[in-house]
């Protein structure tokens, strides 16, 4: 068993209190007109930032949040690939087109 203060058991309170406050956060669009497209856009962007994150080994902070509103779109369109749009449809649209 792991002690309290463990790196463990600081991940699972940390991971625990990030799905709390996404769960909050989703509370508060709990209305059926805006649910579903808040759960969309979230889907979507959540594969996104899965595609980069995996194939690029980046993190995606707020200075690469600000490097990707500065992409022209000829740097945007040498990313797309056919696994950029297999991971987007896999991870994002399907699950979207379920909600």
């Known amino acids: 068993m792991q002690s309290i203060g463990s790196p463990v058991m ?3 309170f940390a991971a625990f209190v990030l799905v709390a406050l996404l769960v ?14 808040a ?27 600000t490097n990707v509103l500065q992409t022209n779109p000829g740097e945007a369109r040498d990313l797309m690939g056919l696994r950029f749009f297999a991971t987007v449809l896999l991870l994002g649209l ?4 379920w909600v």
């Open 24 to 37: 909050a956060l989703l509370g508060l669009l709990a209305w059926r007109a805006t649910l579903k497209p």
């Open 39 to 65: 759960l969309t856009l979230l889907l979507v962007a959540s594969a996104l930032g899965t595609h980069f994150m995996f194939s690029y080994h980046v993190v995606l902070d707020t200075t690469m949040m």
């Open 10 to 12: 600081w991940s699972l």
């Open 94 to 97: 399907l699950p979207a087109f």
